[in-house]
C-alpha cells in the first residue's frame, strides 16, 4: 500500500516536473516543494543562540528560558552559548559571520544592536546590514540599585551625596558603552553629578559586587535584582520606567524623583545571520510569538519583572534604527569619546 500511494506520487511530481520544464517554468516546482521539505525537516541539527554576557544576566536568563521552550516545541536542542566580553559583541561578531543556514542566532541585549555601536567605530558588523531580526523576546525597565553601605535610600538622597562626594561613588555596568553605562552616563548628565564607572562583563558579575560595595550602584534589569532588593541585601533608590512595578510597587519611578528624562527601556531579542530564509525567520517569529502569548511564559516572565516580548519583525527593525539614533544623540550629548 505505502509502497503504491509513494510510486503514484513519484511518477505524478515527475510528469509535472517535465510539463513545467516544457513551458520553462521548471522553477516552479522549487517553489511548491521547499515548504514541504523545510516544515518537516527544520531544524535538523542542535540550534546555537549565542549570548554576549557572562551567565546569570539578564540576557542569559531570558535566552535560557526561551531555548527550553523552543527545544519543546520543535523536538530539538536549542543550546545557550556564552561567549562574554567586548560589550556583547564577540558573540554579536561571531553570528554575523556564521552560515545563515538557521543554526545560529544571536540571544542579544539591545545594548549591542543600538548602543555600542554609537559609541565604536571599529565594529566589524552593523546591526542593520549583517542581521536578520526574528523577533523580540523580552522587555525590561532598568532599576536604580545601591549597596546597603551607601548611605541612601533614594535618587533624592543619591544626588546630595554624590554632589558632596564627587567621584567617590562608583557605578557598575554590564561593561564599557553597553546600555547600562550609557544610562550611568545620562543620570550623571541629568543630576549634574560625577561618578565612577567599573565595567563589568554582564550582570553575573557586577550584582556580586555591588553585593561586596566594591561598587555602591548599578542599574539592573528586576530579573536579577528583585529578589536581592526583597530579601533586603541591596536598595532599590528608583525604576526607570513611567510607572511603577507591577512586582514592587514601594519603589518609585525616576520622574517621581524629579528626572523624567531617565526614563528608559532594555529589551533582548533574536537575531539571525543576514540571508536567513525567510522561511526560518518566519517560523521562529511565530514560534516566539506563541510562546510569549502563553500563560506559562508569561507568568514565569513577570515572576523576574520582565514583560514578553513578540510583535513583527519589521517592528523589530523599526526599534532598532530609533533606539540607534536616540542613543547616538546621547553619545554626543554627553560627550563620550568613539572607539576606534
Sequence with gaps: MFYSVSRGLFLFFSIKLKKLAVLGVKSLAFVLFPVVVFAASWPDKPVKLLVGYAPGGGADAVARLLSEKLSQKFGQQFIVENRPGASGTIAASSVARAPADGSTFLASASSELTVVPSVRGDLTYNPLEDFDPVAVTSQTTYLLVASKELPVDDLEGLVEYAKQHPGEVAFGSYGQNTFTHLT?????????????????????????????????????????????????????????????????????????????????????????????????????????????????????????????????????????????????????????????
Design 184 to 340: 550611568g552616563e545620562l543620570l550623571q548628565l541629568l543630576t549634574e553629578t560625577e561618578l565612577l564607572h567599573v565595567p563589568y562583563k554582564g550582570s553575573g558579575e557586577a550584582v556580586p559586587a555591588l553585593l561586596g560595595n566594591q561598587i555602591q550602584l548599578m542599574f539592573d534589569s528586576p530579573a536579577q535584582v528583585l529578589s536581592l532588593i526583597e530579601d533586603g541585601r541591596i536598595k532599590a533608590l528608583a525604576v526607570t520606567s513611567k510607572e511603577r512595578l507591577d512586582a514592587n510597587q514601594s519603589i518609585p519611578t525616576s520622574a517621581e524623583a524629579g528626572y523624567p528624562g531617565l526614563v528608559v527601556q532594555g529589551w533582548n531579542g533574536l537575531m539571525a545571520p543576514k540571508g536567513t530564509s525567510v522561511e526560518i525567520l518566519d517560523t521562529y517569529n511565530a514560534a516566539i510569538n506563541e510562546i510569549m502569548d502563553s500563560p506559562e511564559m508569561i507568568e514565569e516572565l513577570s515572576a523576574r519583572g520582565v514583560m514578553p516580548g513578540g510583535g513583527t519583525r519589521e517592528q523589530v527593525k523599526a526599534r532598532m534604527e530609533s533606539e540607534l539614533t536616540k542613543w547616538a544623540d546621547v553619545v554626543e550629548t554627553v560627550g563620550i569619546e568613539i572607539v576606534n
